[in-house]
């Protein structure tokens, strides 16, 4: 997503958008909210574990939003000047931690239900987006078969905004390759990329190599001046120069003299 000002990123969305877009295989996932105030702002999404499918959050479940009195009496939360403070509350956080855990399969159940909404939404607005593309740009993105190319397509609604900003393209493209992303201009109309991706083999060198070279087809044609000559280079500049059968160097790529 983008605004006047640039990226948002998923950690703005809520836990649900993050989860669909993530994990859209994971329809049941087991919640904790943590309450709002957990800790003065946070985002949304506190954690997640995928293999325990569980999800901790910064909103309130169904305890936080009840009256205290429905679990706890006058007598009980009215010990600030007892001298057993500690103790008391250590008690009542122990209750508390049973209540909420009482609760949690329902917070659960309305997360879940939350999500399929997410994911159904989601559903609807891909075809919308496909059509909308395909009439007015004439674009097939069901045709495309780069992942990479598939998930950058939409911003092709945008692409007046993002043409020629070559800051944002290089943000754009280290959300989209989960790596950092730099451009450089080699000349004035000559723009070099650099993927800088870490721990590749010769084999995944290769074949990460060919994965971009549909995106930057994409990149040159839909959101550069038709002057530019586009070109990218993948490149590990973290590991030593040693040479080791554990991670062999690879030509252009891993070897810094």
Known sequence: MITEKGIIDMADAKAETWLAVHYPEISNWEVNHAGFFYRNYTDDLKSCEAEQQTVRTSRNGIFDVLPERMFFSDS???????????????????????????????????????????????????????????????????????????????????????????????????NLLNCKVEHRLLSSNDLLFVIHKQGLDRRRYDEFTNQLKPLFDFVQYWFLSMDTICTYKVKDKAQVFVLEEKQPLVLDYNTQI
């Not at 009482?102 to 939404?121: C, I």
């Open 76 to 174: 009980e939360l009215r010990f600030l000047e007892n001298y057993s403070f500690s103790k008391k509350l250590e008690k009542i956080y122990e209750e508390r931690d049973l209540i909420k855990s009482f609760f949690m399969p329902f917070d659960s159940m309305l997360f879940n239900a939350s999500l399929r909404v997410e994911k159904t939404t989601n559903m609807v607005l891909e075809h919308k987006i496909a059509d909308f593309l395909l009439m007015y740009f004439d674009y097939n993105i069901l045709e495309e078969e780069s992942p990479f190319v598939q998930e950058l397509a939409p911003l092709i609604i945008h692409a007046s905004r993002i043409r020629g900003d070559l800051l944002l393209i290089a943000r754009l493209l280290s």
